[in-house]
């Protein structure tokens, strides 16, 4: 991962935080050509820009007996936005809440325990919350891509080629 606007240096460190945020000082030091210190000094520079935001423990939801992750999006009332976004900020299966183009809508993701519990929730915060236009849920079956944590790619490559090759027959894919 390259971030515009930061140097080689910073880039480096973004990318090793990235892959192990436990590393010590001394480790990156050695890795991007600096000392300790430097290197301290620089991530404290990037956290105080908002760059590095935080260091978390990233929970896979298959890995979690029954877990299942989740979509949810949400069409509110302009008047009753504020509520639906506390009504989801107070859920310890939300995970991460965005408001996104359209007028009041919402997208959140999280967690639930199995695919039940996410029918009774979703039903639940639908019925109680008032000025709720719309509800739709999906649950995230693969993650091919996720470049806040690093790149992970789950797809084997002769399957990214049929993908990319899904043009009709005797047709080239569009470039």
Partial sequence: MEISGLDEVDNRIVALLCENARLPYSEIGQAVGKS????????EQLEKQGIIRGYHAEIDAGAVPGGIQFILDIEAEPQCY???LRKLSVSNMIRKIY???????IHAVGIAPNSETLGSYAGHLYRSTEGMRKLSWQILLTTYKDMERGVEYEIRHQEHEHLEGSAGEGERPEQ
Avoid: C, D, L, N
């Fill in 99 to 105: 408001g996104t183009s359209g007028e009041s809508h």
């Fill in 36 to 43: 300790r210190v430097a290197v301290k000094t620089r991530i």
């Fill in 82 to 84: 504020e509520e639906v």
